[in-house]
């Protein structure tokens, strides 16, 4: 019987242990730089781009000949006429200048960001026919245009600009609270500042893609919406919103990795976009964030653990960091199966006497356990040079979770 295989977003789930990291750092890192002192003491939130910002939006092909186009000569009308062929002439094709192509694009930053951001570069060459302008606003945006020299019009666009929420409109701001207390949250809702991306290409039916996300003061909460619709939400969560056998679940996963005794709740954080409806609990001693949790919201079902106390820093020395890597990827598969067997066993319920290590090696200290021809779910995990695990995800569809 041929076997089954999984969907393709496990193959893609598995290459990295925490390149979409769940809820560790990189969520955290909203309300992480609040905690001061055990204390919930709010520093400036960092500008966020997101991943549309450094996404292409789409690069357009073209082809054709260069600058020059020539006529066709044709041939004597007669078979075998000895007449000369008149001789191709050029025609030069006129191109845009660097005022009327900076125009272009600086009008389309008027439409949709509102300003103009400073002119830094042009750069030619790398497609056919077109030159990319660059733009600069410092920490408060940048823009992208690719413009064909000879018409001066743009193809493709990127832009990103931080505004206020003045700036940003009344009508954005009132769609932003409406659609946050209708998703659960229930703290103040204070604009702090607004994200506007745009992704513009010509070619497309539906050439431009706003993206606006409002953020909340102290990094309380932040709501997305792509062409004026709903499309991701975040906020912080109060612990007496939270269930308590929650909670005592987070405690219990956090054991499995390590003494949990000595730690406490910290905060919690909602991630909902779609199908994903997630909460992440965050647990320390006082003064630090030290282990997170991930459970279905719905379901309270565990997705994933991880402590970052056992978690061994990265050297800042290149070579003694090549080292630690080589060092990782060089242990020994039986007993990584076996010290993660009781744990998974714990934590999910899964038995891993049938799924398959593999080592991932573009990420070393990292390994999916497989068993592709089931549908019980592959798990990753995190492992340190002492071969103790300090994290543990179960690879469900991404767009439940990532």
Do not use: C
Request: net charge negative; glycine share 8%; proline share 5%.
């Amino acid at each position: 019987m041929e076997e089954e295989r999984k969907p393709q977003w496990y193959e893609l789930a598995r290459k990295g242990p925490q390149e979409q990291p769940h809820f560790t750092e990189a969520h955290a890192d909203q309300v992480m730089r609040r905690l001061k002192d055990g204390s919930a003491v709010a520093e400036p939130p960092r500008p966020r781009r997101r991943a549309w910002i450094g996404a292409a939006a789409g690069i357009l092909l073209l082809a054709g000949a260069g600058a020059v186009y020539w006529n066709q000569g044709g041939w004597a009308a007669e078979q075998g006429s000895t007449a000369a062929t008149p001789a191709p002439t050029a025609r030069v094709v006129k191109e845009a200048t660097i005022d009327e192509m900076k125009a272009s694009a600086e009008q389309m930053m008027e439409q949709y960001i509102g300003r103009t951001l400073n002119f830094q570069s042009i750069e030619r060459g790398g497609y056919q026919r077109q030159v990319r302008l660059i733009y600069d606003g410092g920490s408060n945006g940048f823009a992208s245009f690719w413009v064909v020299t000879e018409t001066g019009e743009v193809t493709t666009a990127m832009m990103d600009i931080s505004l206020t929420p003045e700036e940003a409109g009344a009508q954005l701001l009132a769609m932003g609270a409406e659609k946050l207390r209708e998703l659960g949250y229930k703290g103040e809702y204070k604009p702090e500042s607004v994200r506007r991306g745009v992704n513009y290409t010509a070619a497309n039916d539906e050439p431009v893609q706003v993206i606006e996300s409002v953020e909340l003061s102290n990094g309380a909460a932040n709501i997305e919406f792509v062409n004026g619709v709903y499309s991701h939400a975040d906020f912080m969560v109060e612990e007496g919103d939270i269930r308590p056998e929650t909670i005592q679940a987070g405690v219990e996963a956090i054991s499995r990795l390590s003494n949990a005794q000595n730690m406490r709740f910290h905060f919690a954080f909602r991630n909902l976009s779609g199908k994903k409806n997630w909460i992440g609990l965050t647990y320390g001693n006082d003064q630090n964030m030290l282990a997170a949790v991930t459970f279905n919201y719905a379901t309270n079902e565990l997705i994933s653990v991880w402590d970052s106390a056992l978690q061994a820093p990265e050297p800042a020395d290149p070579a003694k960091l090549a080292e630690q890597k080589e060092a990782l990827l060089a242990m020994d598969k039986a007993p990584l199966q076996s010290a993660a067997a009781a744990v998974a066993n714990g934590l999910f319920g899964i038995s891993l006497e049938n799924y398959i290590l593999v080592k991932n090696e573009s990420a070393p200290g990292t390994v999916t356990f497989e068993r592709s021809n089931e549908d019980a779910p592959d798990i990753q995990a995190s492992y340190n040079l002492d071969g103790t695990f300090y994290s543990f995800t179960k690879l469900v569809d991404p767009d439940v979770i990532y």
